[in-house]
């Protein structure tokens, strides 16, 4: 079973910074894709950043700049360092760990996609 735990979501005020940590947890044989979204009240969950295996990332234009997706694929883990933080980022941020190969408890390899149960993240003054 494959689990995805994030942390490092808190209360910060605008300009500050924080890192989001997610880290992936099983028996994994690798993953393709690590990825952040995140979902504020009353809108639509959005992609944040995605970072493969490469280590070839992504991000969508409202963070450009600001943010910064990185991984380590030994550890299965991703981080998501938020500088320069508005208001406007505050939302439930979920790290999604994209084409997990992982051997299940028959020996055989199942491939699914996992998220995270997300980690809050508010910027107010």
């Known amino acids: 079973q494959v689990q995805i735990v994030e942390s490092g979501g808190g209360l910060v005020q605008p300009g500050g910074s924080l890192r989001l940590s997610c880290a992936a947890s099983?028996?994994?044989?690798?993953?393709?894709?690590m990825a952040w979204y995140r979902q504020a009240p009353g809108m639509q969950r959005e992609l944040v950043a995605t970072?493969?295996?490469?280590?070839?990332?992504n991000y969508a234009d409202s963070v450009k700049g600001r943010f910064t997706i990185s991984r380590d694929n030994a550890r299965n883990t991703a981080s998501l360092l938020m500088n320069s933080l508005k208001p406007e980022d505050t939302a439930v941020y979920y790290c999604n760990a994209v084409d997990v190969i992982a051997r299940n408890s028959n020996g055989g390899m199942t491939y699914f996609d996992y998220w995270g149960q997300g980690t809050q993240v508010t910027v107010s003054p």
């Open positions: 099983g028996s994994i044989i690798s993953i393709n894709v």
């Open positions: 970072v493969d295996s490469g280590g070839n990332t």
